[in-house]
């Protein structure tokens, strides 16, 4: 069994500042880790994943995230917000197929 | 490769009727993928295909909803007797073997029943 709990339906920062997506998963399996990226009338985008290896990986944009075992965590961040990336944030846990978080809606204010 | 393509984008459809969606994928990727998603939700799994083999399909999903893909190319999923409660995004996606890749999404079906 797989899941994912992503803390915060909305998150709002000003332009320039930090961005942190939480993400929390479970899983019975060593799992892959995926953030995607939906925004307005798109379909989702692949941002970064976690497979093996380094912790710590880069995705497009200027994003970036860590696999804390310890923790079950995928925090999501980017050190400073830009206007355009206002959109919808997924995490994803796979072990077979992808299990989905419910999303946080990341607003960007001027 | 243009990307995973789907159609229709969009379909309007009566109570009781029956809806037909089909779904392209890139053709080196082996493995296709129906999720649904509705306002304020994460995807919700349907069902998934390696080649033509269908492997797997939520225990969530009723028997008005059938997926095939014939020959390991496009799929189709059906749905069956629409209710309003069938309104959704529904999205294909697909990847190689392994899931290590991460999906490649199309634009989503968004269906209507009125």
């Known amino acids: 069994a797989q899941s994912v709990t992503q803390l915060g339906s909305h998150v709002s920062v000003s332009e320039g500042a930090l961005v942190l997506l939480r993400c929390n998963y479970s899983?019975?399996?060593?799992?892959?880790l995926f953030w995607y990226v939906q925004y307005p009338n798109q379909g989702l985008q692949l941002l970064l994943k976690?497979?093996?290896?380094?912790?710590l990986v880069k995705g497009i944009n200027g994003f970036e995230a860590e696999f804390k075992k310890s923790e079950t965590s995928f925090h999501l961040t980017k050190p400073s917000a830009h206007m355009s990336d206002a959109a919808e944030y997924f995490c994803?846990?796979?072990?077979?197929?992808?299990?989905f978080g419910d999303g946080t809606t990341l607003t960007v204010k001027p | 490769d243009t990307g995973v393509s789907q159609d229709p984008r969009h379909k309007i459809t009566k109570r009781g009727q029956n809806v037909t969606f089909r779904c392209d994928p890139i053709?080196?990727?082996?493995?296709l993928y129906w999720y649904r998603q509705t306002l304020g939700q994460g995807p919700e799994f349907l069902t998934y295909?390696?080649?033509?083999?269908?492997?797997?399909k939520s225990r969530l999903l009723s028997d008005r909803f059938s997926a095939e893909r014939p020959k390991g190319s496009f799929s189709t999923l059906e749905i069956q007797r629409t209710e309003q409660g069938d309104s959704a995004m529904y999205l294909c996606?697909?990847?190689?073997?392994?899931?290590?890749?991460?999906?490649?999404f199309g634009s989503g079906t968004r269906l209507t029943v009125v």
């Open positions: 976690y497979t093996t290896g380094a912790t």
């Open positions: 994803a846990v796979n072990a077979g197929k992808s299990t």
């Open positions: 053709s080196e990727h082996n493995r």
């Open positions: 899983s019975s399996v060593p799992p892959y």
């Open positions: 295909f390696q080649n033509e083999a269908q492997l797997e």
């Open positions: 996606a697909s990847s190689p073997w392994t899931g290590g890749y991460g999906y490649t």
